[in-house]
């Protein structure tokens, strides 16, 4: 509202009484409630466990006794009822969950407080035995326990002076006639409460006569260290009514032999146990049991291979797999592992990396150089080997081959990667020569590892002609035991 001016531009007794009339009827002169904003803080219960696919409730207060919102921080987890604080798991991870309150006249906002809970996969486990086995008297046999969680279980005797068991393993050996109990355990981890015990109960009974011990099942070998021993170790043996008294350990081709009066049994081989089978015979007061059939030497490894790329630095390009060695046929198996994508992810190196991983799991070649002593083994992403161009000749894959384009070009790219590491076969754990390390090699032509037709590799002038397409190179592969 525009009221003109009096006299000398003073406003005259009229114009005031119509100002004074307008305050009144708009209470503009009146004072509204007083916004005191105390301060008010939010504390949270005790963080409840939240199982996979269930529910928990969160309970948090303000000081200042006004009622709290929820939220959920992580919507692709979990989420939560704002007003209860019901928490529904959708997926396995961290549950962060935050509480409000927006105050009033009298309270300023609380700052924000929040809760973690871990998902877990389920808080309760349970245990179930397998089949009872035959255990003879004095014989051994194998129980097997298997815990829901997939968490080991671990094997007790609850009648000792009947039957022993050994905690690993559940190799079970009978001490005299009677009723073997065997306990089965499982602790328990950060995801899951410790099961209840379970028991199974195997009947032994004396026999009115005896024979020589049964052939020896079950048997297995696996390298030891240092790499020229190996750990033979044995399974069930129906102990023929009569004790065993110990076994033998014989090596195919002849000349290595090792007895021992109980699994394991260690055996030392000359330079190398590269090309050596085993079996084993039991021995009891009536004599010697026929052989058990022919065992290889197979171990499983753990392998990393780094390839230096100086052009995303501090991100390099890591192979981490395993396979399977057979050291009596000197052959690999079942190489697979992950392969990381160096041009992905923050500038972050790895461990703490958000690259992208590949998964390689098909072994589909196997060299042998006896130059360098073992052999070059090549996992790919696809089951193929088509990776790089094959238009210049060559089988497509090789490294150093196909000027680093991608099979086919220039037609649809299949997408695949590869990489190669090397096996010592006499010794999978030796630190690797410059000579073998140049050999390995990698390829990625799937599209986080692709620069157009150009697909990121890695290689050596002295393994394979050239460097990388990015200047890529290895540098290391180191090899430790499962």
């Known amino acids: 509202m525009k009221i003109a001016g ?21 209470g503009c002169n009146s004072e509204g409630p007083a916004i005191q904003a105390r301060p008010q803080t939010i504390t949270f219960g005790a963080a409840p466990s939240l199982a996979m696919n269930d529910t928990a409730t969160v309970a948090a207060t303000a000081s200042s006794g006004l009622p709290v919102s929820y939220s959920s ?30 105050g009033n006249t009298t309270y300023a906002p609380a700052p924000q407080a929040t809760q973690t809970l871990p998902v877990i996969f389920n808080s309760i486990q349970t245990i179930a035995f397998g089949s009872v086995p035959t255990l003879s008297f004095g014989g051994t046999a194998i129980v097997t326990a298997a815990a829901s969680s997939g968490l080991a279980v671990s094997y007790s005797s609850t009648t000792p002076t009947v039957c022993s068991v050994d905690r690993n393993t559940g190799q079970v050996t009978d001490l005299m006639e009677g009723t073997c109990i065997v306990a089965a355990d499982q602790a328990g981890d950060a995801n899951y409460t410790a099961a209840a015990q379970v028991t199974l109960t195997i009947t032994v009974s004396a026999s009115s006569g005896f024979t020589v011990p049964g052939a020896p099942t079950g048997v297995t070998a696996t390298l030891g260290s240092p790499p020229n021993t190996v750990s033979v170790g044995i ?18 081709p002849a000349g290595l032999n090792a007895t021992g009066p109980a699994s394991p049994i260690n055996v030392t081989c000359p330079l190398t146990c590269a090309g050596y089978a085993f079996v084993v015979t039991a021995t009891n007061a009536a004599g010697d049991s026929v052989p058990s059939a022919q065992t290889d030497v197979m171990t499983t490894y753990d392998v990393v291979a780094n390839f230096f790329e100086p052009d995303t630095q501090p991100r390099d390009s890591l192979f981490i797999g395993s396979y399977m060695l057979n050291s009596t046929t000197r052959t690999v198996y079942n190489l697979h592992g992950v392969l990381s994508e160096s041009m992905t992810g923050d500038q972050v190196a790895y461990p703490n990396d958000n690259m992208t991983w590949l998964s390689l799991n098909n072994q589909l070649s196997s060299v042998s150089d006896s130059a360098l002593g073992g052999l070059l083994v090549t996992t790919f992403l696809l089951p193929t080997t088509n990776t790089l161009w094959a238009g210049a000749g ?89």
């Open 6 to 26: 009096g006299v000398n531009g003073r406003r005259g007794f009229g114009e005031v009484l119509v100002v004074l009339a307008v305050v009144s009827l708009c």
């Open 73 to 102: 921080m992580t919507p692709t987890l979990c989420s939560v009822d704002s007003i209860t604080g019901v928490v529904i798991d959708i997926s396995v991870g961290t549950c962060v969950i935050a509480a409000n309150q927006s």
């Open 235 to 252: 399974g069930a043996t129906n102990s023929g009514g009569s004790p065993i008294t110990g076994y033998t350990v014989t090596s195919n």
């Open 394 to 482: 060559g089988n497509g894959w090789d490294p150093g081959t196909g000027g680093g384009i991608y099979y086919g070009f220039p037609g649809a790219n299949p997408g695949n990667c590869y990489a190669r590491i090397f096996v010592n076969t006499a010794d999978p754990m030796a630190r690797l020569t410059q000579a073998q390390v140049d050999k390995l090699a990698y390829a990625d032509c799937t599209p986080g590892g692709k620069m157009g037709a150009t697909c990121m590799t890695g290689t050596t002038v002295a393994g394979y002609g050239s460097v990388g397409t990015m200047s890529g190179y290895p540098v290391s592969q180191t090899t430790t035991r499962h």
